[in-house]
């Protein structure tokens, strides 16, 4: 696959959502479109395009599939804001804080299904399979999260999270795109493995980037976990190595105040935890590396080689 | 079918249900138990079971549909109660109300997630379309009612939001189950509109509770939708024929107090607006037992008969 057909495949992807916006029964159009096209990476729907284009798939089962994850994903963010009273994503006021619960709940709840429709419309039982696979995790995941907020989770406990929370579906991709295009088992099963690491690496450096990143480009503030009392890796090394009384007081302190967090920034910051961090996911990404080298040679495998590169490091 | 057999298909659904609650993970494994286990009528399991038995279904196949379809359904109404903000349910706490937001979220999407699963696994596309597209016009109909909450509703937009939000889920049963049991496109036509009219009677019905039912039996409070502003087809007519302004202001009020609910509802009953309301359900009814006269004769139609005549006048 040339470049310009990844690009063009992944135009596709963006018209078939603004489609699904479109057909958005009236109450919801305005915030179904609002999401659709608030500028994601559509990171999901590349990854399985460039899976799929390893093997042949069928391009209208592919973009329809890509977009179906890019939905669930939508709807999944969708929930998440609710759970987590956020007010804004990506530099804009989440559909909770922009329409109430309600609207947010009944919104999420049209994207998911609207995502397995779509799904169950490409025919194929394996790929509806793998999504509410992935979706149930991710339920799963983001409520023991929730759960967890303000104890101590030790490093096993936060990788399991982060595995249903936000691997599932980068591997769920991978795999989706995989079968749609005929790919092996064993090819299967390296993407998989790739989708995994690099699912786990992200969001190890999101959490990083929740406590160096500006604000403004971020479009969340720094220190949000710690203020929402979320363990992450960065906090749970720096609890081991530096001043974990009052990381522990920051966590346990609803809506800390600003000097109470910023202390509790700085205590994090002054440890190893952000290094420490950045070497696991780095870690991540060399597995997921070598998971490519199962895989056929070519512009899929570089781009994937790409992205997973870029992962550490990522800015905005 | 024999009579014990379907007993026997219903009591296997049940125990499909508990192994569901079982599998949940930890945090989810209490709300997810008690909701499944909290004495629902099993009615979409068993339109399921009856409509499959007028062909020959696999039977492993639709037990698995049929716990899919409670599970599905299950999930919705938790989140319904986290929209509505609803007390109890069936006489018992709602998961919101025992457990809070962040788990009745995610309890409500694993459920979602985990009926989408199953119904995958039945290996047939089309079982899931139908699902998902019932679940889509169910999330849509909710946001529709909530939204007209407080505004004037004709009938014919009580009429769209119901069948949306109820007869829907009740219509996909019918089609499911005869699309398992293998019957003609036809039957399987005369099956959903069975479902869809049993569904808008079962609503009408609902309403009606809300005004004359008992609240220790209902589970809920007699006039809880005038309360929530939420717009029914007895204060429709009410509202034509009896004193609008009273309704309107006890509609418009957020959490009226006694003394106005009771001025309210009793504005609701002083008029022909129940009996109305019943008539209607009559003839939705009418309609349902027409379709049967299409379906083969046999124990499968008379309980489909027998379900929709207890429909009007059912208790609790």
Redesign the interface.
């Known amino acids: 696959m040339l470049p310009e057909e990844i690009g063009e495949q992944l135009g596709a992807v963006e018209k078939t959502l603004v489609g699904v916006a479109e057909g958005?029964?009236?109450?919801?159009a305005a915030p179904v479109h609002e999401v659709l096209t608030s500028g994601g990476k559509r990171l999901r729907p590349l990854l399985m395009i460039l899976s799929a284009n390893m093997g042949e798939p069928d391009r209208e089962a592919l973009v329809s599939a890509a977009a179906a994850v890019e939905v669930l994903h939508t709807a999944?963010l969708i929930?998440d804001d609710?759970?987590d009273r956020a007010e804004s994503r990506r530099g804009r006021p989440t559909t909770v804080a922009a329409y109430g619960?309600?609207?947010a709940?009944?919104?999420?709840?049209?994207l998911?299904?609207?995502s397995?429709?779509r799904?169950?419309?490409?025919?194929?039982?394996?790929i509806?399979?793998v999504?509410?696979?992935a979706?149930?995790d991710?339920?799963?995941g983001?409520?023991?999260q929730?759960?967890a907020s303000g104890d101590e989770v030790g490093i096993e406990e936060y990788l399991r999270h982060i595995r249903m929370k936000t691997a599932g579906l980068f591997k769920a991709a991978c795999v989706a795109g995989g079968t749609l295009g005929g790919l092996s088992i064993r090819r299967i099963d390296a993407l998989a493995t790739y989708g995994q690491s690099l699912g786990v690496a992200f969001q190890m450096s999101d959490d990083v980037m929740d406590f160096v990143g500006e604000p403004g480009v971020m479009g969340k503030g720094a220190g949000s976990d710690l203020a929402e009392g979320t363990i992450t890796l960065p906090i749970i090394l720096a609890m081991q190595e530096g001043n974990a009384g009052l990381i522990r007081k920051v966590l346990r302190t609803p809506r800390p105040e600003k000097a109470l967090l910023e202390a509790g920034i700085e205590a994090v910051l002054e440890t190893r935890a952000i290094a420490g961090t950045e070497e696991r996911a780095r870690k991540e990404i060399e597995t997921a590396l070598m998971e490519l080298e199962l895989l056929p040679a070519g512009p899929e495998r570089d781009v994937l080689h790409m992205i997973a590169s870029e992962v550490v490091g990522r800015d905005a």
Chains 1, 2 share one sequence.
């Open positions: 958005a029964p009236r109450p919801l999944t929930h609710v759970v619960r309600e609207v709940v009944a919104t999420g709840d049209y998911f299904a609207e397995f429709a799904l169950a419309d490409i025919g194929d039982p394996r509806v399979r999504f509410a696979e979706a149930r991710l339920a799963s983001e409520l023991e929730f759960r």
